[in-house]
């Protein structure tokens, strides 16, 4: 009895034995995955921060400014130009269709708007408060030519 007793503690302390072994192990091994993500967490942190000083410098309005004088060659927008919400079209312009020579729906194409140029001079007209006597706009003649 004594015989079987020693063998189940001896099995059982190598057992515990190379449980322990296998732990520590397989804590060290954790341990350097742990470093080894700390140090690429660190890289991209880096890389970011990076990144964000490029973001600000590309996005500097002195910068982009810069580079729309070089590149684009814009214009300042003169007050004609500008539109009213009026010539703004509607949703149920764009719904519209027709139907081609084959019976098919095609997108119908609303007619041109105004430009916003050629009707600014009378709302600008229309819209001035002037203190001495108004001078009137003269509108274009709708005879089509003829005297």
Same mark, same amino acid.
């Given at each position: %009895?004594?015989?079987? %007793? ?5 099995? /059982?302390?190598?057992?515990i ?13 954790? !341990?350097?995955r ?5 140090s ?5 942190? !880096? ?5 964000q ?16 004088k070089e ?11 500008m539109a009213s ?6 949703d149920?312009?764009a719904?519209?269709?027709?139907l081609?020579?084959?019976g098919?729906?095609?997108?119908? /194409?609303?007619a ?10 009378? !709302?600008a007209?229309?819209? /001035? ?5 108004s001078?009137?706009?003269p509108?274009?003649?709708d005879t089509?030519?003829q005297?």
């Open positions: %009895m004594t015989k079987i %007793m020693t063998g189940f503690w001896f099995l /059982m302390t190598v057992l034995g190379v449980g322990t072994y296998w732990v520590s192990h397989e804590v060290e091994r954790l !341990e350097r742990y470093a080894s993500i700390q690429e967490i660190l890289d991209e942190q !880096e890389s970011i921060h990076v990144f000083a490029e973001w600000s410098y590309l996005n500097s309005p002195g910068r982009i400014e810069r580079l729309a590149y684009l060659k814009l214009e300042q927008i003169q007050p004609l130009q919400i009026d010539n703004i079209p509607t149920t312009d719904k519209r269709y027709r081609d020579k084959f098919e729906a095609v997108a119908y /194409m609303p041109p708007r105004d430009r916003p140029a050629d009707s600014a001079y009378d !709302e007209a229309e819209n /001035m408060i002037i203190d001495g006597p001078v009137g706009i509108a274009p003649s089509g030519g005297q």
